[in-house]
């Protein structure tokens, strides 16, 4: 996969994609992840990449014309998409994050200031999207999220161990509660299920453990999840309201 991400702060990326997981699987030559500083197509010696918006208002627009020549100046495969992190996008999740491994090239555009010329996304872009409903002073953080998350999923990036299959958000559901040594600690001990060695039974504690978490925090995520009757049964256990409107 090759990612090109354009940007006024091409500083910004250093650390994120220098270190770890994404610059192991950049050393494996499994994803290829280029800069593109914006302002290099900037016309003016001020190299100038905002300008007043039309009809008035506060704050400034990238200029178009930084935007699409810095576009057209990346080697682009005609199905490459191109993203611009933005808080009007799609909301980005999971699936979006499978959606978006499964491409050849994505290219990210940074926005910034108030916003980017509007022509830009009848010209170029292919999807408009945020990584949720907050205000940041720039793309460079949500387009850092989304390329850590699908960079983890491409394969053979993450170990056997680390596999994306064991992901909270596989299932749909909210993770189930982790322990590692000592048995003991600050006088809290370790569910002893967890100590038995029968599996089966360990995957049906974890299994409910992760269900009355999503019940409890995230219920909206249920709607969504892959149930099984024995799910069923233990939500309505948990929550007699969850069996009235779920079985
Ligand atoms: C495009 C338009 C994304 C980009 C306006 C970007 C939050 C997100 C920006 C702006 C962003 C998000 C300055 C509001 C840059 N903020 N939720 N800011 N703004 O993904």
């Known amino acids: ?5 354009l940007t006024l702060f091409p500083g910004m990326f250093t650390g994120p994609l220098t270190e770890s997981i994404v610059k192991r699987a950049q050393a494996k030559g499994l994803v290829d992840i280029h800069l593109t500083d914006m302002r290099d197509f900037a016309h003016d010696k001020h190299r100038t990449a905002d300008d007043r918006p039309f009809g008035g208002g506060v704050g400034m627009v990238l200029r178009p ?39 050849t090239q ?6 910034h200031y108030e916003g ?13 999207v945020s990584i949720g409903d907050y205000v940041l002073t720039g793309g460079e953080l949500p387009a850092m999220v989304m390329v850590d998350s699908i960079i983890r999923l491409l394969p ?6 680390e596999s994306p299959l064991q992901d909270s958000f596989y299932e749909g559901l909210l993770d189930y509660p982790h322990y590692t040594r000592p048995e003991e600690f600050q006088g809290l001990s370790v569910p002893t ?18 269900l009355y978490r999503t019940l409890v925090r995230r219920p909206e995520l249920l709607d969504k999840a892959p149930l099984t009757p024995e799910d069923r049964r233990w939500l309505a256990e948990f929550d007699p309201a969850f069996a009235r409107s779920y079985n």
């Open 1 to 5: 996969m090759r990612i090109d991400i």
């Open 193 to 210: 299920v967890l100590l038995s060695g029968n599996h089966a039974e360990i995957a049906r504690w974890r299994r409910k453990q992760s």
């Open 116 to 128: 980017i010329d509007e022509r830009i996304k009848d010209l170029v872009v292919t999807e408009e």
């Open 156 to 161: 053979g990036v993450l170990g056997k161990a």
């Open 65 to 103: 014309a930084v935007v699409f020549d810095a576009v057209q100046s990346i080697p682009r495969e005609p199905q490459a998409k191109v993203l611009l992190t933005s808080p009007q996008g799609r909301v980005f999740d999971q699936k979006y994050a499978v959606e978006l491994s499964e491409e």
């Open 106 to 111: 994505l290219v990210f555009i940074c926005g």
